[in-house]
Antibody
């Protein structure tokens, strides 16, 4: 059974960089054809796809965040990470990591999620 | 970006009712539409993928239909544990977008 767990600071000051790590157990992030993904959800609001890293190491980001976001992987620790720079209060949200699983049409769905971690941007 | 619209934002139904939750895409997305259930304080849970395929372990009272721009999640006989918010999500084109959700309450 694949499990994902987010970790990182729950409080970040404005203009600083938000850094989160997702630790994956029950499967290797470097095997299969999965997209390891970050998604966020402001309180009481909908879900926003942040970006993904493929097993090859290639990345895709949401254009709305592209200038500030970076996703990387550490295969030796079976982890992938999110960095979001120059944060403001608008970046306050629950951040989820998730696994994207491909299916027949070449697209994919999110079948495993972490429990989520609340990050508050405040001085 | 492809906009996903879910309306109504909330609805109320009784145990045993048949419930339908709609989702509309701003352009055709073929069958690249997935449904998630989210309960308070929890991560979303995949229910339906590719518009109509039931995820393993999900009760058979859940079903999905549609293609192109209009999709529907159906609960054939509502149970108390189905009280949750339901989101649709498209994976036709990046950035992958979600609907704003429909909150389902049990009367």
């Amino acid at each position: 059974q694949v499990q994902l767990q987010e970790s990182g600071p729950g409080l970040v000051k404005p203009s600083q960089t938000l850094s989160l790590t997702c630790t994956v157990s029950g499967g290797s992030i470097s095997s299969g054809s999965y997209y390891w993904t970050w998604i966020r959800q402001p309180a009481g609001k909908g879900l926003e796809w942040i970006g993904r890293i493929y097993t090859s190491g290639s990345t895709n980001y949401n254009p709305s965040l592209k200038s500030r976001v970076s996703i990387s992987e550490d295969t030796s620790k079976n982890q992938f990470s999110l960095k979001l720079s120059s944060v403001t209060a608008a970046d306050t949200a629950v951040y989820y990591c998730a696994r994207g699983s491909p299916y027949a049409s070449g697209t994919y769905f999110f079948d495993y999620w972490g429990q989520g971690t609340l990050v508050t941007v405040s001085s | 970006d492809i906009q996903m619209t879910q309306s109504p934002s909330s609805l109320s139904a009784s145990v045993g009712d048949r419930v339908t939750i709609p989702c509309r895409a701003s352009q055709s997305i073929d069958n690249c539409l997935h449904w998630y259930q989210q309960k308070p304080g929890k991560a979303p849970k995949l229910l339906i993928y590719a518009a109509s395929s039931l995820q393993s372990g999900v009760p058979s009272r859940f079903s999905g239909s549609g293609s192109g721009t209009d999709f529907t999640l159906t609960i054939s006989s509502l149970q108390p544990e189905d009280s949750a918010t339901y989101f649709c999500q498209q994976s036709y084109r990046s950035p992958y977008t979600f609907g704003q959700g429909t909150k389902l309450q049990i009367k």
